[in-house]
Nanobody, 114 residues
């Protein structure tokens, strides 16, 4: 299973970014996907998760600002991030749970700064 995350970059406070995670090597039966992030000096934390047909959960600090979605045909998971603030600066990782294991992408850097 390989995950390729993209879409990170430098954005001003209040701006938006859309992260993408292309999944290969896993069947369409993948039903547990998510995004996590890790800021410098901090532990990796869950940001958003989609389970099954569409049960979605978000960390409190992104509720109302971030949206997770997936395109099953394209085997891509997205994270739309709006109203970004400097505290959102981190490396963002996508994750899928497949055949008993978590699989991680390489991460994409998101920097929110003026």
């Amino acid at each position: 299973v390989q995950l390729q995350a993209s879409g990170g970059g430098l954005v001003q406070p209040g701006g938006s970014l859309r992260l993408s995670c292309a999944v290969s090597g896993a069947g369409v039966s993948v039903t547990d996907v998510g995004w996590h992030r890790q800021a410098p000096g901090k532990e990796r934390e869950s940001v958003a998760r989609m389970v099954g047909g569409g049960t979605i959960s978000y960390a409190d600090f992104v509720k109302g600002r971030f949206t997770i979605s997936r395109d099953i045909r394209q085997r891509t998971v997205y994270l739309q991030m709006n109203s970004l603030n400097p505290e959102d600066t981190a490396v963002y990782f996508c994750r899928v749970y497949y055949r008993g294991s978590d699989h991680w992408g390489q991460g994409t850097q998101v920097t929110v700064s003026s």
